[in-house]
Structure formats: structure tokens, C-alpha cells
């Protein structure tokens, strides 16, 4: 008789998660940290782990407010236990993300006594094309989901009538979310509980019981946030104080400072996120509509997703992470379409699709290295469309990516039965996700490597001499060179008199729109362009032209 961990070994196994958690493990080990935002949150979190504050974190030096520390307090624990590596830190990511697969699952078999929904909503989850891409980014909103995810499972207690650690739940899951990324964890988790009357007959049957838990919970969440915000507020000071309670919530509801597109643009961008069900998953327009009248689930899932995205299309500022921690409910619904006898899923539009891409990507690395003689390119190419930086790293990447994903599509097309297709369709979509993040770890991964000009910013700064980068660089090369001394910044407008008053200093920096003349010291690949060091004298003994017309901290605004 084999033991509990050995059947359930066997049931991964036998069920393709186990497939689903190797399929991403190369790209959680080998991409490395992507400019510039998530070698920016290394950043804090090397300096969290510098300085020994784990209070208030800071980047460059200064005190960073953009986000709350969970995510930093989490890399520093995955790097006591693993090493001071990016993967070590990927690697947390990922399993956060299979904590968010496993809880949607439990809580869709909360929902429905049919096991086959639950399997279902795993597998329509687990193979969206988005949330595959972000399984080990290095970003706030996997975590979140995680955190939306245990407040739902509290908000499910509640229903059963279990107040008591459905309200612990709740408020944990809301202190994790607004430690992770701010109040909105309280619209992607909270609203599902509000709008219970119309889902939940416990609602409707005790409302003064459910919202005064509700409200405890909210309490609760706050209190765990407090915990940490109150005691860094005052060892921050008013600055710091005003940004966290201030600037991360009222200002980013009421008017986003980044990322500002029209209303309508995630209408756009769902349905490429949800790839490949947007392509195949069909159903008669009545199995989209007969659950909301007859089933409770359908209402939760529809409770838990729309409220909160038709906030986030009113919100100006939009990133398609923003929506990672809603999927699980609309996975839960697609799931319960699916149910219908006349709902199917058909993977040959989708297996058309990564056909054509593998061929394109298979195809461009040529494309990239003849660009100049190939009618229609060679106009991009003199234009400056197309820059010999961006073609030589195209064509650097390894066609034999294209070929792989090619294989894959065509694999698909020879695919019989839907339920066998639901799963390898969602398998085949994760296999495509890590074949592109993998090409693109080869492809560009050696012009994002920084630790050769990190290692030259630390040497100048060790040797005593004056060193500051023109323009913000947002902690770029702080933890790939373990820098202890912060990079001092300086503008344009402010370039010449910084030379004159530190002759024997460099300047760096990885934009390529300033107009210096004067030849550099070093130069290095960067992404499609260069990062350049000059002595402070070779700019001094130069004039410089007007500055660009474009702010120096406009050039990537904070995710």
C-alpha cells in the first residue's frame, strides 16, 4: 500500500502538474532579472538586507514608498536560504504561483460537489498565456493573487457559516494583499464578500452577521498593514508618511501618475491574455447566460471578476498584471461554461497560431542579419526604425526556438477529445510561454547583464572618486554590483557645472538621447543601446547643446 505523499506524487504526476511546475522551472532559473523593474525591487530588497532595515525600504538611499515591503521581506528570506541570486528569488515567485493554482482549485471544489469543474478551472487557470508569462516575474501581483485568494477562501467560510475563521481568513488575506501591493487588494478581494446577498443564501438570511464580519475582517487587514505603516511612517518621517498613506492610494485611484490609457484598453487586452481560450473555447451564447440565473457559483465568479474590472477600466493608469489576481474567478466561470454538453474546446485555431509564430520566430533571427537587403526592411533600416542594436540582438537568438514552438503548434493540431485537449492545450500554452521567456533569456539576456559596469560604478566608488549617472536610473545596477554607496544623479541642465567642480570624476548612464559630443571612456551593451562612461574633464572641456525636451524621470515611469 503506498503512503499519502506517494499517491498524491503519483496523482501530479498522472494529472500534468508536476508537468506544468518543470515546464516553467528553466525560466525561473535561467532569465535573468529584466530592467528596470525588476531589477529595481532587488534593488530595495539588497538594500533592506545592506542597511538592516526592514522597516522602511529605500532605494539609492533614499526611502522608496512606491510599494509596501512584503514582496522585499520575502526575497531577503528566499536569499537566507538559497543564495544572493535572482533565481532564488524567481524561484519563490513560482511557487507563490502554484499556491494560486492549488487555492483555485480548493476553491472551486468549495463551490461545486462536481470534481471535473474544479479540475477544469485549474487547468483553464494554469493555461493562460499571461499568467504563465508571470509565474516568475519578479513583481508584485502573483503574491497578490496568492493573498485575493486566501480572502476568498475566507469569504467561502463565512458562507458556510463559519464566522469565526472565515474572518480570520479575510483579514489575513487582506493584510498579505495590502503589504504586497497597497489597498488594491481590497478591490480584488473584497468585493466578492460585499456583493454576497445576490450569491450566498447565508448572506441574504443573516446581512447584519455577514457585513459586521466583513467589516471585522476589513478591520483586521487594515490592523496587519498598520502594524508595519504606522512604525515606518514615524521612523520615515512626514515625507515618507504622506506617500504611503497618501500618494499609493488616493492619488493613484483618483489621478494615475503612470501607465494613463483610454477606458476601453483592457477590453483589448483581456482577450490576449487569456490566450488560448479567447481562440478555443466554444459555447452556444445560452451556456454563457444560464449559469448566472441557476447557479450560485457562477455568481460568485461573476461577484469576484467584474465589479473589480470595470474599476481598474475606470482607473487612467493600466498594466495587464493589474488583472492577475481576477483570472481565478473567470477561470471558475469558463469552467462552469464548459460544463454545458454543448460548450467544447477546440485547440486547432490556437495550435494554428503558434505554428505561424514559430515559423516567424524561426524566421527572424535571418530576417534580422540581412535586414539591409531585404525589400521593405532596408527602408526601416535607413529611416532608423529599426536600429542595428535591436537587429543584432534579434539576430543573436537561436532559430531553433522557432523550430521548437513550431514542433508544438503542429504537435497540437494532431490532438483528439476535449478533455484530453483542455489539458494538453493548457500545457502546450505553458510549453510555449517558456520556450519564448527562454529565447528570450538567450537573446538578450548578455545586453541586459549589467555586472560589468555595476562592477566599474563600485571600483570608482571604492577608490574615493566622485561618480554619478546622468539621469535617474531607477537602482539598475545596485544589486548586480552590490553596491553599499548610493549612485548620485544628475540632469543635463545640471551636467556641465557637476564636470567643472569634479574634474577627476565619471559619469555614466545607460540613455542614449543626451548629445554629448566628447568620445567615452568605456562603452557596453545595454538592451538596443549602449551604457557609456566618460571622464567628467572630456564633458567639461566640451559645450553642450540645449537638453532633450523629454524629463530625465520621465523615461520609465514606476509600475
Not at 7 to 12: A, I, K, P, S
Request: positive net charge; proline residues 7%; glycine residues 8%.
Amino acid at each position: 500500500m503506498r503512503s499519502a505523499p506517494e499517491r498524491n506524487f503519483l496523482r501530479w504526476l498522472a494529472d500534468g502538474r508536476l508537468l506544468w511546475l518543470l515546464l516553467l522551472l528553466p525560466v525561473a532559473l535561467y532569465l535573468p532579472a529584466l530592467p528596470i523593474d525588476e531589477t529595481r525591487y532587488l534593488a530595495v530588497a539588497w538594500e533592506m538586507r545592506l542597511h538592516g532595515d526592514f522597516l522602511v525600504p529605500h532605494l539609492n538611499g533614499a526611502p522608496y514608498s512606491d510599494k509596501p515591503p512584503l514582496l522585499f521581506w520575502l526575497i531577503n528570506l528566499g536569499w537566507l536560504v538559497a543564495g544572493m541570486n535572482a533565481w532564488a528569488v524567481r524561484l519563490g515567485v513560482l511557487a507563490a504561483s502554484l499556491a494560486s493554482l492549488l487555492l483555485c482549485e480548493r476553491l472551486v471544489r468549495r463551490l461545486e460537489p462536481d470534481r471535473a469543474v474544479a479540475e477544469r478551472a485549474l487547468w483553464l487557470f494554469a493555461g493562460m498565456i499571461y499568467f504563465a508569462l508571470f509565474s516568475s516575474a519578479i513583481m508584485f501581483d502573483v503574491l497578490l493573487t496568492t493573498c485575493v485568494l486566501v480572502a476568498l477562501h475566507g469569504t467561502l467560510d463565512l458562507d458556510a457559516q463559519r464566522w469565526r475563521r472565515g474572518t480570520l481568513l479575510l483579514a489575513l488575506g487582506f493584510g498579505l494583499g495590502i503589504l504586497t501591493k497597497g489597498p488594491v487588494a481590497l478591490l480584488d478581494a473584497g468585493l466578492a464578500a460585499a456583493l454576497a446577498p445576490w450569491w450566498s443564501a447565508t448572506a441574504r438570511a443573516a446581512k447584519r452577521r455577514w457585513y459586521a464580519c466583513l467589516a471585522l475582517g476589513v478591520l483586521g487587514g487594515a490592523g496587519v498593514a498598520l502594524a508595519w505603516a504606522i512604525p515606518a511612517a514615524l521612523a520615515g518621517g512626514p515625507e515618507y508618511a504622506n506617500a504611503i498613506f497618501l500618494h499609493q492610494t488616493v492619488d493613484r485611484m483618483a489621478r494615475s501618475f503612470a501607465h494613463r490609457r483610454p477606458p476601453w484598453w483592457y477590453l483589448l487586452v483581456l482577450p490576449l491574455m487569456l490566450l488560448p481560450w479567447t481562440l478555443s473555447l466554444r459555447a452556444p451564447w445560452r451556456a454563457w447566460c444560464e449559469n448566472v440565473h441557476i447557479g450560485k457559483s457562477a455568481r460568485f465568479a461573476i461577484a469576484a471578476f467584474a465589479p473589480a474590472f470595470g474599476v481598474f477600466c475606470l482607473v487612467s493608469g493600466k498594466q495587464p498584471h493589474y488583472l492577475l489576481p481576477l483570472l481565478p474567478a473567470l477561470a471558475l466561470y469558463l469552467a462552469l461554461v464548459l460544463g454545458d454538453a454543448r460548450a467544447a474546446v477546440r485547440g486547432r485555431p490556437f495550435a494554428a497560431l503558434l505554428t505561424l509564430a514559430g515559423i516567424a520566430l524561426a524566421a527572424l533571427p535571418y530576417l534580422a542579419a540581412h535586414a539591409s537587403a531585404i525589400a521593405g526592411l532596408d527602408r526601416l533600416v535607413r529611416d532608423g526604425h529599426l536600429t542595428e542594436s535591436f537587429l543584432g540582438v534579434v539576430a543573436g537568438v537561436w532559430p531553433w526556438w522557432g523550430v521548437a514552438l513550431t514542433l508544438l503548434g503542429l504537435g497540437l493540431l494532431t490532438l483528439r477529445g476535449a478533455h484530453a485537449s483542455l489539458r494538453a492545450l493548457a500545457l502546450a500554452t505553458v510549453a510555449a510561454a517558456a520556450l519564448a521567456e527562454l529565447a528570450l533569456a538567450q537573446g538578450i539576456g548578455p545586453y541586459v547583464d549589467v555586472s560589468v559596469a555595476a562592477a566599474r560604478i563600485r571600483a570608482i566608488q571604492e577608490s574615493g572618486r566622485p561618480i554619478a549617472h546622468l539621469a535617474w536610473h531607477h537602482g539598475l545596477f545596485e544589486f548586480a554590483g552590490r553596491l553599499t554607496q548610493p549612485l548620485p544623479k544628475v540632469s543635463f541642465a545640471e551636467l556641465p557645472a557637476w564636470c567643472a567642480a569634479h574634474p577627476d570624476g565619471t559619469v555614466v548612464t545607460f540613455y542614449t538621447k543626451y548629445p554629448i559630443a566628447a568620445p567615452p571612456e568605456l562603452e557596453l551593451p545595454y538592451r538596443f543601446g549602449r551604457i557609456r562612461f566618460w571622464r567628467a574633464r572630456d564633458i567639461a572641456a566640451q559645450t553642450l547643446p540645449p537638453a532633450p525636451l523629454k524629463p530625465d524621470e520621465d523615461e520609465s515611469p514606476e509600475d
